[in-house]
Protein backbone atom coordinates (compact mmCIF):
# COMPACT_ATOMS: atom_id res chain seq x y z
CA UNK A 1 0.00 0.00 0.00
CA UNK A 2 1.48 3.03 -0.95
CA UNK A 3 -0.38 6.50 1.28
CA UNK A 4 0.69 9.94 0.74
CA UNK A 5 0.57 12.56 3.46
CA UNK A 6 -0.02 16.03 2.01
CA UNK A 7 -1.03 18.83 4.27
CA UNK A 8 1.10 22.43 5.66
CA UNK A 9 3.97 21.93 7.92
CA UNK A 10 3.07 21.90 11.34
CA UNK A 11 0.49 19.67 11.06
CA UNK A 12 1.83 16.94 13.10
CA UNK A 13 1.89 15.36 9.47
CA UNK A 14 5.34 13.86 10.49
CA UNK A 15 4.65 12.16 13.51
CA UNK A 16 1.37 10.78 12.43
CA UNK A 17 3.35 9.50 8.98
CA UNK A 18 5.55 7.45 11.71
CA UNK A 19 3.02 6.26 13.66
CA UNK A 20 0.95 4.69 10.78
CA UNK A 21 4.13 3.59 8.75
CA UNK A 22 4.71 1.59 12.03
CA UNK A 23 1.16 0.43 12.54
CA UNK A 24 1.04 -1.31 8.58
CA UNK A 25 4.08 -2.30 8.58
CA UNK A 26 5.11 -0.11 5.63
CA UNK A 27 8.40 2.26 5.09
CA UNK A 28 8.18 5.70 6.64
CA UNK A 29 9.21 7.89 3.42
CA UNK A 30 9.95 11.65 4.49
CA UNK A 31 11.66 14.05 1.71
CA UNK A 32 12.18 16.51 4.96
CA UNK A 33 13.89 14.02 6.18
CA UNK A 34 16.42 12.88 3.42
CA UNK A 35 17.22 16.71 2.61
CA UNK A 36 18.27 16.97 6.22
CA UNK A 37 20.28 13.74 6.95
CA UNK A 38 21.86 14.53 3.19
CA UNK A 39 22.66 18.26 4.69
CA UNK A 40 24.02 17.04 7.67
CA UNK A 41 26.63 15.29 5.89
CA UNK A 42 27.84 17.24 3.55
CA UNK A 43 26.79 15.80 0.48
CA UNK A 44 25.93 18.15 -2.77
CA UNK A 45 23.08 17.01 -2.25
CA UNK A 46 22.62 17.97 0.81
CA UNK A 47 24.47 21.49 0.35
CA UNK A 48 22.33 22.73 -2.26
CA UNK A 49 19.00 21.61 -0.80
CA UNK A 50 20.02 23.64 2.65
CA UNK A 51 19.64 26.91 1.34
CA UNK A 52 16.70 26.64 0.26
CA UNK A 53 15.46 24.95 3.07
CA UNK A 54 16.61 27.86 5.54
CA UNK A 55 14.96 30.49 3.40
CA UNK A 56 11.75 28.21 3.83
CA UNK A 57 11.70 27.66 -0.25
CA UNK A 58 10.79 24.17 -2.07
CA UNK A 59 13.73 22.66 -3.09
CA UNK A 60 13.70 22.74 -7.33
CA UNK A 61 11.68 19.53 -8.64
CA UNK A 62 15.12 18.58 -10.32
CA UNK A 63 16.86 17.65 -7.22
CA UNK A 64 13.69 16.48 -5.16
CA UNK A 65 12.47 14.01 -7.66
CA UNK A 66 15.66 12.16 -8.41
CA UNK A 67 16.15 11.90 -4.88
CA UNK A 68 12.77 9.92 -3.96
CA UNK A 69 13.04 8.00 -6.90
CA UNK A 70 16.21 6.24 -5.88
CA UNK A 71 14.56 6.03 -2.50
CA UNK A 72 11.59 3.74 -3.59
CA UNK A 73 13.90 1.46 -4.98
CA UNK A 74 15.05 0.61 -1.89
CA UNK A 75 13.75 -2.91 -0.32
CA UNK A 76 12.34 -1.17 2.59
CA UNK A 77 9.83 0.26 0.29
CA UNK A 78 9.03 -2.54 -2.27
CA UNK A 79 5.53 -3.50 0.20
CA UNK A 80 4.48 0.17 0.24
CA UNK A 81 5.44 3.34 2.24
CA UNK A 82 4.07 6.66 3.37
CA UNK A 83 5.37 9.23 1.90
CA UNK A 84 6.24 12.36 4.01
CA UNK A 85 6.29 15.72 2.80
CA UNK A 86 6.42 14.11 -0.91
CA UNK A 87 5.34 15.05 -3.02
CA UNK A 88 4.28 18.58 -3.00
CA UNK A 89 4.42 19.70 -6.89
CA UNK A 90 1.99 18.90 -9.47
CA UNK A 91 5.36 17.47 -11.27
CA UNK A 92 6.01 15.64 -8.41
CA UNK A 93 2.87 14.10 -8.02
CA UNK A 94 3.31 12.69 -11.72
CA UNK A 95 6.88 11.72 -11.01
CA UNK A 96 5.46 9.34 -8.30
CA UNK A 97 2.74 7.70 -10.42
CA UNK A 98 5.17 7.11 -13.21
CA UNK A 99 7.65 5.37 -11.05
CA UNK A 100 5.08 3.16 -9.27
CA UNK A 101 3.22 2.58 -12.08
CA UNK A 102 6.61 1.33 -14.12
CA UNK A 103 6.47 -1.45 -10.76
CA UNK A 104 3.13 -2.42 -12.12
CA UNK A 105 1.76 -0.09 -8.32
CA UNK A 106 -0.09 2.86 -7.59
CA UNK A 107 -0.19 5.06 -4.70
CA UNK A 108 -3.70 4.36 -2.80
CA UNK A 109 -4.68 7.49 -0.98
CA UNK A 110 -3.95 11.00 -0.90
CA UNK A 111 -4.37 11.88 2.61
CA UNK A 112 -4.82 15.91 3.47
CA UNK A 113 -4.50 16.93 7.00
CA UNK A 114 -5.14 20.72 7.36
CA UNK A 115 -5.48 23.09 10.08
CA UNK A 116 -5.53 26.69 10.91
CA UNK A 117 -2.79 29.18 10.72
CA UNK A 118 -2.10 30.45 13.77
CA UNK A 119 -2.81 26.76 15.34
CA UNK A 120 0.32 25.95 13.10
CA UNK A 121 2.46 28.99 13.96
CA UNK A 122 1.96 28.02 17.70
CA UNK A 123 2.73 24.15 16.94
CA UNK A 124 6.24 24.93 15.08
CA UNK A 125 7.54 27.12 17.32
CA UNK A 126 7.37 25.04 20.37
CA UNK A 127 8.65 22.07 17.94
CA UNK A 128 12.00 20.13 19.05
CA UNK A 129 13.47 17.36 17.78
CA UNK A 130 15.86 14.60 19.13
CA UNK A 131 19.79 14.98 17.14
CA UNK A 132 19.89 11.65 17.89
CA UNK A 133 17.00 9.56 16.76
CA UNK A 134 14.88 11.90 15.38
CA UNK A 135 11.78 11.54 18.04
CA UNK A 136 9.58 14.86 17.66
CA UNK A 137 8.52 16.39 20.94
CA UNK A 138 5.83 19.66 20.94
CA UNK A 139 6.19 21.69 24.60
CA UNK A 140 2.44 21.93 24.51
CA UNK A 141 1.28 18.73 23.47
CA UNK A 142 4.17 16.18 23.64
CA UNK A 143 6.66 17.78 25.97
CA UNK A 144 9.60 15.94 26.71
CA UNK A 145 10.27 14.77 30.08
CA UNK A 146 13.43 16.96 30.91
CA UNK A 147 13.55 20.17 28.87
CA UNK A 148 15.98 19.63 26.14
CA UNK A 149 15.87 15.93 26.46
CA UNK A 150 15.50 13.01 24.36
CA UNK A 151 12.73 10.22 26.46
CA UNK A 152 13.95 7.53 24.04
CA UNK A 153 17.53 7.53 23.71
CA UNK A 154 18.99 10.77 26.18
CA UNK A 155 20.52 13.07 23.34
CA UNK A 156 19.78 17.02 23.35
CA UNK A 157 16.89 18.20 21.43
CA UNK A 158 17.08 21.07 19.28
CA UNK A 159 14.51 23.21 17.12
CA UNK A 160 14.69 22.78 13.73
CA UNK A 161 15.99 26.66 12.19
CA UNK A 162 13.14 26.54 9.82
CA UNK A 163 10.63 26.18 12.70
CA UNK A 164 11.73 30.16 13.52
CA UNK A 165 8.32 32.63 13.20
CA UNK A 166 9.27 33.88 10.39
CA UNK A 167 10.51 31.15 8.31
CA UNK A 168 6.98 29.58 9.57
CA UNK A 169 5.42 32.33 7.65
CA UNK A 170 7.16 31.70 5.00
CA UNK A 171 6.65 28.24 4.59
CA UNK A 172 3.29 28.82 5.28
CA UNK A 173 2.38 30.76 2.29
CA UNK A 174 4.80 28.96 -0.04
CA UNK A 175 3.83 25.33 1.38
CA UNK A 176 0.45 24.79 1.51
CA UNK A 177 -0.48 22.15 -1.46
CA UNK A 178 -0.48 24.01 -4.29
CA UNK A 179 -4.89 23.91 -5.75
CA UNK A 180 -2.93 21.67 -8.40
CA UNK A 181 -1.92 19.20 -6.50
CA UNK A 182 -5.04 18.15 -4.32
CA UNK A 183 -7.21 19.17 -7.32
CA UNK A 184 -4.68 15.75 -9.27
CA UNK A 185 -5.33 13.25 -6.39
CA UNK A 186 -9.36 14.53 -6.15
CA UNK A 187 -9.68 13.93 -9.87
CA UNK A 188 -7.95 10.33 -8.87
CA UNK A 189 -10.82 9.82 -6.19
CA UNK A 190 -7.79 9.38 -4.04
CA UNK A 191 -8.16 12.79 -1.71
CA UNK A 192 -9.24 12.57 2.13
CA UNK A 193 -9.45 15.48 4.10
CA UNK A 194 -8.65 14.78 7.75
CA UNK A 195 -8.74 17.94 10.45
CA UNK A 196 -5.37 17.84 11.93
CA UNK A 197 -6.69 20.70 14.49
CA UNK A 198 -7.71 17.58 16.82
CA UNK A 199 -5.38 16.05 19.85
CA UNK A 200 -2.99 14.18 18.17
CA UNK A 201 -5.00 10.48 18.59
CA UNK A 202 -7.91 11.85 17.14
CA UNK A 203 -5.95 12.30 13.79
CA UNK A 204 -4.23 9.55 14.23
CA UNK A 205 -7.56 7.43 14.04
CA UNK A 206 -9.08 9.12 11.50
CA UNK A 207 -6.48 8.72 9.55
CA UNK A 208 -6.51 5.09 10.35
CA UNK A 209 -10.28 4.80 9.96
CA UNK A 210 -9.67 6.81 6.04
CA UNK A 211 -7.30 3.82 5.47
CA UNK A 212 -9.72 0.97 6.78
CA UNK A 213 -12.15 2.16 4.56
CA UNK A 214 -10.05 2.30 1.58
CA UNK A 215 -8.28 -1.26 1.69
CA UNK A 216 -11.80 -3.10 2.97
CA UNK A 217 -13.14 -1.24 -0.32
CA UNK A 218 -10.60 -2.36 -2.31
CA UNK A 219 -9.84 -5.63 -1.35
CA UNK A 220 -6.65 -4.83 -0.02
CA UNK A 221 -4.85 -7.52 2.97
P1 LIG B 1 9.59 19.14 5.92
O1 LIG B 1 10.42 18.41 6.92
O2 LIG B 1 8.70 18.22 5.13
O3 LIG B 1 8.85 20.32 6.49
O4 LIG B 1 10.61 19.74 4.84
C1 LIG B 1 11.61 20.68 5.21
C2 LIG B 1 12.09 21.44 3.98
O5 LIG B 1 12.65 20.52 3.04
C3 LIG B 1 10.99 22.14 3.23
O6 LIG B 1 10.74 23.42 3.79
C4 LIG B 1 11.59 22.23 1.84
O7 LIG B 1 12.56 23.25 1.75
C5 LIG B 1 12.33 20.90 1.72
N1 LIG B 1 11.45 19.84 1.15
C6 LIG B 1 11.00 18.72 1.77
N2 LIG B 1 10.26 17.96 0.94
C7 LIG B 1 10.22 18.63 -0.24
C8 LIG B 1 9.58 18.38 -1.49
N3 LIG B 1 8.82 17.30 -1.69
N4 LIG B 1 9.78 19.29 -2.49
C9 LIG B 1 10.56 20.37 -2.31
N5 LIG B 1 11.15 20.68 -1.15
C10 LIG B 1 11.00 19.83 -0.12
Known amino acids: MYLILLGPPGTGKGTQAKIVAERLGLAHVSSGDMFREAAEQGTELGLRAKAYMDRGELVPDELTIGMLEERIQQPDAQQGAVFDGYPRTLQQAQALDAALARRGR ?42 GICDACGATLRQRDDDKPQVVRERLQRQRPPAELLA ?22 DLLAAIEHKTSASGHS
Do not use: F, S
Not at 118 to 147: D, H
Not at 184 to 205: F, P, S, W
Open 106 to 147: AADLALHVTAEDEEIVRRLAGRWLCTNCGEIYQEQNRPPKQP
Open 184 to 205: HYRAQGKLRDIDGGQEMAAVTR
